[in-house]
């Protein structure tokens, strides 16, 4: 099976970031600055680095510690033996809050992955859950949305760890769950390159898949509400309150806790390291190394130009090897890759979800982000990028 060419080859890329109009509906004004851009200022604006930032940060965590005192655990951290996940368990610790690690495990983990997490917990002294899903069900999900021909097939793996982390925070009567995620290094992702609702998952899984789903969760909108507006679970933000620098963060990892790179950004898990590298840019022209780059762009860690010839290479560095391994573990013929790559792209707005109702409740949902029960990006993607 032949090796489909990559090409980089925008026509108009914004003047600040390396974001261009490859991106379903992507603005760029009088200055040629873009959409993602903005976001990122308001983010910044909201979230400043100064002489108060440390204040906010010390009465979110009090907060946190006050309402799990006398529990096991006072938050809940989601873990993948990533870089940014890792960092987020590091300064939960350090801060002196008491985090259960939850990690997910869909059959796709690196060895590395695993063994960043378990260094990790063991240098912390932090447990460790680890929700194992059946193989032949997260299989036929993923299979599903390969066969949907839409470009958010690692929704199956962010949406139902989004589930998990709910579910544990439920079962274990916490009210926090604390995320990895820094608008300084991965930007906002784009809601036309991924969207993800409980509804969109079963609507896709229900349409191409052949199994019943009994090993893990999938968390619909009603779960949804219960878990946030009935008990009160909120998400956190950690990184935001932390100056980033990638250089700094690898060196604090490698050295205090063993951490190991596994190449690039969430290339922990062998699927995404596929998915992204390959059938993004091959059958959808999306390279999710523009939202990472344009990020260090905007938080000065990388040059405009130096992020241009990065993205001129080929990301996809497995070669036949990585290839074939992928398609023989998702139970795929040579012919059925061929036509998954070759049918022509759709979008999320072509199978039933959330999405309408998402639109109606706008100010219920801008409400929501107020009360913190709804993270900033979300807020941002849907409200200043929907379609």
Not at 63 to 86: E, F, L, N, P, Q
Not at 143 to 170: G, H, K, M, Q
Not at 263 to 283: C, M, N, P, W
Request: charged residues 30%; hydrophobic residues 35%.
């Amino acid at each position: 099976m032949e090796i489909k060419s990559y090409f980089y080859n925008p026509k108009v890329i914004c003047s600040r970031c390396v974001m261009d109009d490859t991106v379903p509906g992507i603005n760029f004004d009088e200055n040629g600055v873009c959409t993602f851009c903005k976001i990122h200022d308001e983010l910044e604006k909201k979230y400043p680095i100064n002489e108060d930032t440390e204040k906010k940060l010390k009465l979110i965590i009090d907060k946190i510690k006050k309402d799990g005192k006398g529990k096991r655990y006072d938050c809940i951290v989601g873990v993948s033996g990533g870089r940014d996940s890792t960092y987020t368990l590091y300064n939960t610790v350090k801060l002196g809050l008491r985090p259960l690690a939850v990690h997910f495990d869909n059959g796709w983990n690196s060895e590395i992955a695993v063994q960043n997490i378990e260094n990790a917990c063991k240098i912390l002294n932090v447990d460790l859950h680890t929700h194992v899903a059946d193989w032949e069900e997260f299989k036929d999900l993923q299979r599903s949305f390969l066969f949907a021909s839409v470009p958010d097939a690692e929704v199956p793996t962010d949406w139902i760890i989004f589930s998990v982390l709910y579910e544990e925070a439920n079962k274990n009567n916490v009210k926090y769950i604390i995320h990895g995620h820094s608008f300084r290094t991965e930007g906002t992702t784009p809601i036309t390159w991924t969207y993800m609702d409980g509804k969109y998952v079963n609507s896709i899984h229900k349409k191409f898949g052949t199994k019943k789903i009994k090993s893990f969760p999938n968390m619909g909108i009603m779960k949804f509400i219960y878990y946030t507006l009935i008990r009160g679970i909120k998400q956190i933000r950690l990184l935001y309150y932390f100056p980033y620098d990638e250089k700094k963060v690898l060196e604090t990892l490698k050295n205090e806790l063993k951490w190991q790179n596994y190449g690039d950004k969430h290339h922990e898990s062998v699927y995404t390291a596929f998915f992204q590298s390959y059938i993004l840019t091959r059958k959808f022209n999306i390279d999710k190394r523009k939202l990472h780059l344009s990020a260090k762009i905007r938080s000065g860690q990388i040059k405009r130009e130096e992020a241009i010839a990065i993205l001129r290479k080929d990301p996809f560095v497995g070669g036949e090897d990585l290839l074939y391994y992928c398609i023989k573990k998702l139970n795929l013929s040579e012919e059925e890759f061929e036509k998954i790559m070759n049918t022509p792209p759709k979008k999320f707005l072509d199978y039933p979800s959330y999405y309408l109702l998402v639109k109606k409740t706008k100010s219920l949902i801008n409400f929501a982000n107020k009360l913190g029960l709804v993270p900033d990006t979300v807020f941002q993607k849907y409200f200043r990028f929907i379609p």
